[in-house]
């Protein structure tokens, strides 16, 4: 395998493995500041991420 094709399928799973946490602390936060803070990080990871799943 390409070492370009091993890098992009790295990052990618990097990223799904970040949404997965910070989908996790959206779920527990507590105020709608922190919600905003976490939800700022998802769309700056990836625009288009369903923000619940």
Same mark, same amino acid.
């Given at each position: 395998?390409?070492?370009?094709? $091993?890098? @992009?399928?790295? %990052?990618? !799973?990097?990223?799904?493995?970040?949404? *997965?946490?910070?989908?996790?602390?959206?779920?527990?936060a $507590?105020? @709608?500041?922190? %919600?905003? !803070?976490?939800?700022?990080?998802?769309? *700056?990871?990836?625009l288009r991420?369903?923000?619940?799943?």
């Amino acid at each position: 395998m390409a070492i370009e094709r $091993q890098k @992009e399928i790295r %990052r990618r !799973r990097v990223r799904r493995m970040k949404l *997965r946490k910070l989908r996790a602390k959206l779920a527990q936060a $507590q105020d @709608e500041a922190e %919600r905003q !803070r976490i939800i700022e990080k998802i769309r *700056r990871i990836s625009l288009r991420a369903p923000l619940e799943v």
